[in-house]
């Protein structure tokens, strides 16, 4: 079975500073996708960036930036200039070819003004 | 735009109470999901639906069911309400497989509270 793994449950970034969220994940399958998704105060989860496994390139949204390593099972989400409206819970999720998809725990982003 | 609409924002029943939680969408997407998101816990999958009448067990499927009549419906039921249920419950559709636009829609979330 698929698991993915946040092991940080906060963390805080001054406003315009950058910073990293981690996460983990293990399966053995060759094909999926792995997507970080918001969930600001609102409760509405929000799709933030996707990366397909075979895709060698990082991908790249606005101010959002992943750094996947498929070898080490690593996706982590860099938030670049952060600002106020960034501040949310943060979940790393896996999907593969049986479509279920499996979410972390979260991370809860605070933003200092 | 993708809309996943769940029935009631906020839900108060009493133990012992069968309960629906009702979800729809309407992008014609194969897989319907609901999940329990609790503090720490993160969301965990209760059931599962690929297809009209079909469902697969998730995670924490204990003291739930579902129904799946018709594709743009997905119904959670809690058979007998217990106060360990008491949770946020979130609903999600996605496209089938692996493709570039298979991520999940999800509903704004119903916060059961089981007295």
């Known amino acids: 079975a698929q698991t993915v793994t946040q092991s940080q449950p906060e963390m805080s970034v001054q406003e315009a500073e950058t910073v990293t969220l981690s996460c983990t994940y293990d399966?053995?399958?060759?094909?999926?996708?792995l997507f970080w998704y918001k969930q600001p105060p609102s409760r509405q989860m929000i799709l933030v960036i996707r990366?397909?496994?075979?895709?060698?390139q990082n991908a790249t949204e606005n101010r959002f930036s992943v750094n996947f390593q498929k070898a080490a099972k690593s996706f982590s989400l860099k938030i670049s200039d952060s600002q106020l409206g960034d501040a949310a819970m943060y979940f790393c999720?896996?999907?593969?070819?049986?479509?279920?998809?499996?979410f972390g725990k979260g991370i809860t982003l605070s933003v200092r003004p | 735009d993708v809309k996943v609409t769940q029935s009631s924002r906020y839900l108060v029943k009493r133990t012992g109470e069968k309960v629906f939680l009702e979800c729809v969408q309407d992008?014609?997407?194969?897989?319907m999901f609901w999940y329990r998101q609790d503090p720490g816990l993160g969301l965990r999958l209760i059931y599962f639906?690929?297809?009209?009448?079909m469902k697969e067990k998730g995670d924490i499927p204990e003291g739930y069911s579902v129904s799946r009549e018709k594709k743009e419906r997905f119904s959670l039921i809690l058979e007998s309400a217990s106060t360990n249920q008491t949770s946020m419950y979130l609903c999600?559709?996605?496209?089938w497989g692996t493709g570039p636009n298979t991520e999940a829609f999800f509903g704004q979330g119903t916060r059961l509270t089981v007295v």
């Open positions: 999600a559709s996605s496209l």
């Open positions: 399966t053995s399958e060759s094909d999926y996708y």
């Open positions: 990366q397909e496994a075979y895709k060698q």
């Open positions: 999720a896996y999907t593969g070819a049986n479509s279920k998809l499996t």
């Open positions: 992008m014609d997407h194969e897989n």
């Open positions: 639906s690929y297809d009209v009448k």
